[in-house]
Structures are given as C-alpha cells and as structure tokens.
C-alpha cells in the first residue's frame, strides 16, 4: 500500500468510527429522520452495547447473524453490535417472501434473525426449513428502544473492537447472477472503511455538512453513508421511503447538504413537479449512481449544483467516481468518471487481454477492500477473481483522457446475425430523442438472425403520432449506429417501468414477447428494410 492509501482514514475498524463519534460528541445526532425521530450518538453507542451483550451469548464469531427490517435505528444497532461480536450481518429485503427469504437464510446458516412485527408470520413460516436457526428477535415497540427488551447490560464495546479484526466478515449481501439462486457476497471491515477513505479523498465532507439517505437500510449504500457521517462529525439525514413529493422539504427542512442516489432516483426527481423553490436549498453536491447522459445538464440547471457520477458493485464497493474539479466539462458527456484511488481497472476481451484505447470490453478491477468471496461457492469466486483480478460483468470503454464509460451488463447483450449488441449503447442513442422519456432494448427470438432487437418506448407528456415518433428514432440511430443495432421492432409503454429493488429497469417481463397489433411496430413492414 502506498503512502497515499487510507489518507483520510485511520480507524482500524467500523467500531472504531462509532466509538470515536461518541467520545467526541455524545450528544450530537447521529441519526435525524424526516420524521422527527432523533438518535444521539451516546443513544446509538449505548444501545449497540446492549444489544451486543445480548448476542454475545448468542452467537460465536463467524456466525450469521439475517436482518429483515424497513428503516429503523435498530437495523444500525444491530449491524455494530454483530460486529462487536465478529459476527456477521446478512441483509434480507423486508418485500421478500417465502422463497427468497428462505434460501437467504438456509444459504448463510443464519443462527439468529431480527425482524420486525410484519415478518413474524413469514419466518414462523420457513423456520422450519431452516434448522440453524436458532433464535428469532422481534423489533417493537418505539425507535430506537425496539431491541431495549433483549438487551444485556455490561458489555465493553470498547474492550470488543480491541477484539475484532479488520478482515472479519461484517456483511453479507446476496447478488443475483445470471443463472441460478443469489449468491453471498462476503465483506469486511476493511470495505466500509474504504468508502468512507475514497468519499473524504475525493469530495471531502465535514460537521457542518448533512448527507440524505433516501434509500432502504437493506442495501450496502446506507451502512457507509452512516460511516462517513460520523467520521466527518455530521448526522446522517434519512427518509423512511424514496419519495419524490416529500424529498426536497426534507432536504430543505434538515439543511441536507449532500444528496445521493442510485438508478433511477434522479429519473423520477426529474419527473417530478418543477418548483419556485428548487434551487432553495443548501446542497452543493448530488452524487447518482447511473446518469442519463440527456438529463445531466437537466439536474445541474434545474437545483444548481453539481451531479457527478459513481460507480461500483457490491462486490467492488466505489471504484471509479467523477472527479468534482472535472465534473462541469463532463456534465452529459456520459462518463462515470476516473478510477478512484489505488485502483486498477482494465477493459478486456473474452480472453481478458486488453482492448484498444476507445475500445469496449468487460470491466476488471483490481483494488483494496473489494469482497472477501462468494459464501459457500469456490468456484464462482474463483471465476469472478480468476488471475486477481475482480471481473465485473459490466462493459465499458476509456478515452483518451482516462474518463470511463458504462456500456451495459454482459448479460444485456442481444447477439443479431452473429453481432453481438450491447443494449445500453442503443438505449444512450435513442433517449437523446425529445420524444423519449426512457428506453429498454431487448431481444426477440428470431428464426433467421437468432434474436432480434426491439426497442420498448416511454414517450414524453404531447406524443401523438407513435409511427412518425418511431421513424424519427430509427432515422437517428442509422446517424449514430451501425446498421445491424437499429432495433427492428418498436412498442409504445405508457406507464413507467418495473424496477428492481436498485431501481434497475426489470427486463424479463420484456423479453422474448411480441405485442400483437396495432401495438407492435415492425420496421421492415413499415419502412420497407
């Protein structure tokens, strides 16, 4: 590691940041919810404690520890606590059910689930099918007492983070591949803490600043929007839900002053209703996983501050992010921005040698922090990591300049002709239409060309003619593309899309299914090629 790695962050583990906050500030807010609910960092330090105490006698170190609860202290308290006792986390969706919950807990082993009171009749369901668990704690009753009543006085948090190594296992989150069940991703203490490090190193924050966490505590971007928090002596601003009517009153009524999202969040802030006060807030910085190139410019004059880009996976944490004094020359241009600190990203072919410059490949990264594995599965971990470095899935490019470019998931590839076609690259051409509000390209089995493209078409508010809209958005992808990528077949979706929990477009429902007419439009019938 060179003298330039972890400049901004010295503590050895996530126990150290809390342990720190709380002796400088005790009574400072750890937590402020929209609603009025505030936690004080001694409030938040003491009940960790507690709460450890009680697993403590629950669990040994390594053990699996499922959570499955909505936005509530206690889903933090419980994530330090398991640290405390080396123990580890594994985050279950509140929405799951039978199925996925199940395998989610059988897969790790859990030994004991926190939920909340509308999970007692799921996990009354599936413990049977589950024979290591062992416990069941129900949160209730007020924030953040609901975990007061299992609770063990006398445990030294501080006597235990001298205790927990920076390589134990913190985290567990399940990732869906391309075939098979979701498989655990294994983190440590040493991935949160490199988030907090990278964050400080490349945008900096302080006490007087206020981050907005708008997303659900179940996936991995709310533990280190926390962390970074207290190290940088501020309260974590959280909304209970994403919503898009209450969003910019609880950014202006708590003086947010950074704000972050993933996928689509900034796509239905820009759909929501424009207002006189819009540019009324304190927020000098938005930081979104996954802008539309054609509404950058959007974001930046509607609210007035810069919107830069972050990428990264589970398994990677932040790898690449944009950097702020380049942020303005960039805006729309489609970038995610430069690797980030320490990190080393390449663009390969199948056979992982290096691409031209301009070129697209798979993106490979090698860096610190990154997972530790996939729980349980050898052989897909030493797929992913094959020759040391962490294979991403994801296709993309690099300019000239060192800027990186998103070209879409592997997976997302329709093969026309023997072409391969990268889905996203159509979807950044034709969403530069006025008419377009979004886009999703997929394939259709085709006898001749093996698949063939179709494109599913949001229009903006005033589209009439959906037939004069769909030859406008041919006539511009033969300007920016290569013949074969035209999609062939176009169909108009009045209402948004389904979406995953990360807010991704949810394609199956999309795939491989002709609408029949007049919904359907073929443009080798209509346009005679």
């Not at 001694?42 to 629950?58: N, S």
């Not at 950074?258 to 209703?273: Q, R, S």
């Not at 929990?501 to 002709?514: C, E, G, H």
Request: hydrophobic share 40%; charged share 25%; proline share 5%.
């Amino acid at each position: 590691m060179n003298a330039e790695s972890w400049s901004a962050v010295d503590a050895r583990t996530i126990l150290d940041v809390l342990i720190s906050a709380h002796e400088s500030g005790p009574d400072e807010p750890a937590l402020i919810y929209e609603d009025g609910v505030v936690v004080s960092r001694r409030d938040l330090f003491e009940r960790v404690e507690r709460f450890a105490g009680y697993l403590a006698c629950k669990v040994e170190p390594g053990d699996r520890v499922a959570i499955m609860l909505p936005n509530r202290t206690e889903y933090m308290i419980a994530w330090f606590a398991a640290a405390a006792c080396r123990a580890t986390l594994v985050s279950i969706n509140p929405a799951a059910k039978v199925h996925d919950a199940g395998h989610l807990v059988r897969d790790s082993d859990a030994k004991l689930a926190i939920i909340g009171e509308d999970g007692r009749s799921l996990f009354e369901t599936i413990r049977s099918s589950c024979p290591s668990l062992k416990d069941v704690v129900v949160v209730e009753g007020s924030e953040p007492d609901g975990l007061d009543s299992v609770g063990s006085p006398g445990f030294s948090l501080v006597a235990s983070a001298a205790d927990a190594q920076r390589a134990d296992i913190t985290n567990i989150y399940y990732t869906s591949g391309t075939t098979g069940l979701p498989k655990g991703c294994m983190v440590d203490h040493e991935y949160w803490l490199r988030f907090v490090d990278l964050f400080q190193r490349r945008y900096g924050m302080g006490p007087e600043d206020r981050f907005l966490c708008c997303l659900q505590f179940f996936y991995n971007d709310p533990p280190w929007q926390l962390l970074l928090s207290l190290h940088a002596g501020s309260p974590l601003v959280v909304m209970r839900t994403f919503s898009v009517r209450r969003y910019w009153d609880v950014v202006r009524e708590h003086r947010v002053t950074i704000v972050f999202g993933i996928a689509a969040t900034a796509y239905f802030l820009l759909g929501g209703e424009p207002s006189k006060d819009d540019r009324n807030t304190k927020v000098r910085l938005g930081v979104q996983v996954g802008i539309v190139a054609n509404t950058h410019q959007q974001l930046v004059e509607r609210w007035g501050f810069p919107w830069v880009e972050g990428y990264g996976l589970t398994e990677t944490g932040l790898i690449v992010s944009m950097p702020l004094d380049r942020a303005e020359e960039m805006v729309g241009s489609g970038s995610i921005g430069m690797p980030c600190g320490e990190v080393e990203l390449r663009i390969v072919d199948h056979d992982d040698n290096d691409v031209a410059e301009g070129s697209i490949g798979q993106i490979i990264v090698r860096s610190p922090g990154m997972m530790r594995g996939y729980l349980n599965r050898p052989d897909e971990t030493e797929a992913t990591m094959r020759g040391g470095w962490l294979h991403t899935g994801d296709l993309g490019c690099i300019d000239d300049n060192g800027f990186v470019y998103f070209k879409g998931r592997q997976k997302d590839i329709i093969r026309r002709s023997g072409e391969n076609v990268a889905a996203a690259e159509i979807e950044e051409v034709i969403t530069v239409h006025p008419g377009v509000l979004e886009a999703a390209i997929v394939p259709v089995a085709d006898d001749a060309r093996g698949e063939e493209i179709k494109a599913v078409i949001v229009p903006t508010d005033g589209t009439e003619s959906e037939g004069d809209l769909f030859k406008e958005i041919v006539e511009l992808c033969l300007q920016q593309l290569a013949k074969y990528k035209v999609p062939r077949y176009f169909e108009i979706r009045r209402e948004p899309f389904e979406r995953t929990p990360s807010m991704r477009v949810k394609k199956d429902d999309l795939r491989n299914v002709l609408s029949e007419p007049p919904e359907m439009w073929d443009r080798e019938s209509s346009m005679g090629w």
